[in-house]
Every structure is written in C-alpha cells, then in structure tokens.
C-alpha cells in the first residue's frame, strides 16, 4: 500500500536521538510514524528534501501540514506530530461534499480518509488553525482541545455528534474566534453548551437538524444555520 514504509528499509538501531536524526533510521521514530509515511512526504516537499534524509530538525521547523485526505487510505494523525514544535496549521481534509444529515448517523460516509489523531498532538503548543473537515473521524484526542492558541477549528461534515463528550471539549478552546461545525448531527443543546467560547466572532452550524432559537446564546456571534 502507498502509505507503508517498506519493509525492506533499513533501521539503524541508534537509541539516541538529536536534531539530526533521521527519521527512518530510527526504530523508535518509525515506530512514531504509524507508518503514515504521506506525512514524511509532506514533510520533504516542503524542505526540499529526499524522504529519507528527513530528520527531527526538518519536523521542528516546520509551521504548516496541508493535504487532501481522499489521497491517503485509512489515514490518521501519527505519534510523531508532537515532534512539530512551531507547527501553526494542520489542515488533513477532505474535498468538499454533499452530506445528507436525513440518513441515520452510523450511515455517515464522507470521501476523507483521516479516522483518528493521535494525542500527541497536545505537544503542537503553537497550533492555530486545525481543519479536519470531510473525514470520517471515529476519535479525537482531548490533549488537541488544550491547545491554548487554537484561534480557527473546522470540523465540518465529521458526523462530530458520534464523539462522545466532543462540544464540552471544544468549549476548552477559549480563544477560539472561528468554529465550522456545518454537517455534524449536532443539535441545540451542542449549540447552547458553546455559548461559553465568549472569542467567538464566526460560528458556522449549516445543515444541521437543530430545532429552536439559538439567538439567546449568539446574540455576538456570525451565525450561518442555512
């Protein structure tokens, strides 16, 4: 498969890690990288590099992940990530498409492909912007909503509502002044429990099934409920 590191490459076993430690010939690097080698790749096009001579210096350098995840099967967000230290923006979406929220919420299928993010992802401090929009994500992390400079989350078309506990979690985000939340199952009460982001200038909840006025908790807030 396109995303495994083959098995033929070789693993020098040197424990020690510094800033000019290759990725890949590292066992315990390797074993970070969950085998999402799209990320290297990433990684190399931005540094102008060989994957191979991708090393922890190269992962702490870089401020920005962006790639379309209907590229990259059954994808998730490895360990490694909280290796990237000035790391500002995430964005692993999927192309934009039509969501039909009148099919049951286990039926839900988008054409992204990232499922899960590790933890990890806590120790990207610097974070600002996340978008994880059009996957089909069955898990995440409650470190990413510790994250105190997250400004900008988009969510949308996750089938978010699956998560359990998700919009409390978010509610830790304070500084967030821009949440995409279109095409997630979520309803009024979800609505109401953000009311406590009091940073929020622009609150995206298109094309969900909410019933009922939401104007008594975003009486500052650029709604879009289309």
């Given at each position: 498969?396109?995303?495994?590191?083959?098995?033929?490459?070789?693993?020098?076993?040197?424990?020690?890690?510094?800033?000019?430690?290759?990725?890949?010939?590292?066992?315990?690097?390797?074993?970070?990288?969950?085998?999402?080698?799209?990320?290297?790749?990433?990684?190399?096009?931005?540094?102008?590099?060989?994957?191979?001579?991708?090393?922890?210096?190269?992962?702490?350098?870089?401020?920005?992940?962006?790639?379309?995840?209907?590229?990259?099967?059954?994808?998730?967000?490895?360990?490694?990530?909280?290796?990237?230290?000035?790391?500002?923006?995430?964005?692993?979406?999927?192309?934009?498409?039509?969501?039909?929220?009148?099919?049951?919420?286990?039926?839900?299928?988008?054409?992204?492909?990232?499922?899960?993010?590790?933890?990890?992802?806590?120790?990207?401090?610097?974070?600002?912007?996340?978008?994880?929009?059009?996957?089909?994500?069955?898990?995440?992390?409650?470190?990413?909503?510790?994250?105190?400079?997250?400004?900008?989350?988009?969510?949308?078309?996750?089938?978010?509502?699956?998560?359990?506990?998700?919009?409390?979690?978010?509610?830790?985000?304070?500084?967030l002044t821009h949440l995409y939340l279109s095409s997630t199952y979520i309803d009024i009460n979800d609505v109401k429990?953000?009311?406590?982001?009091?940073?929020?200038?622009?609150?995206?909840?298109?094309?969900?099934?909410?019933?009922?006025?939401?104007?008594?908790?975003?009486?500052?807030?650029?709604?879009?409920?289309?």
């Open positions: 498969e396109e995303n495994k590191i083959e098995t033929d490459i070789t693993i020098k076993y040197n424990n020690k890690i510094t800033d000019e430690t290759k990725i890949l010939e590292n066992e315990q690097l390797v074993q970070e990288l969950e085998e999402q080698i799209w990320l290297l790749e990433v990684v190399a096009s931005k540094q102008s590099k060989e994957v191979s001579e991708i090393t922890i210096k190269d992962l702490k350098d870089i401020r920005e992940v962006s790639i379309n995840s209907t590229s990259i099967n059954n994808s998730v967000i490895p360990k490694i990530i909280g290796r990237f230290k000035s790391l500002k923006s995430i964005k692993v979406n999927g192309d934009e498409s039509s969501c039909n929220l009148y099919y049951p919420l286990n039926t839900f299928q988008t054409n992204g492909n990232l499922v899960r993010i590790s933890k990890e992802i806590g120790k990207c401090i610097n974070l600002e912007e996340v978008n994880f929009s059009f996957n089909n994500l069955k898990y995440l992390p409650k470190e990413l909503f510790r994250i105190e400079n997250i400004t900008k989350l988009n969510l949308s078309s996750t089938a978010l509502k699956r998560i359990d506990g998700i919009t409390s979690e978010i509610c830790n985000l304070t500084n429990s953000l009311a406590f982001l009091e940073n929020l200038q622009v609150l995206d909840i298109a094309s969900n099934m909410i019933v009922g006025d939401i104007k008594e908790v975003c009486d500052n807030i650029k709604v879009s409920e289309k």
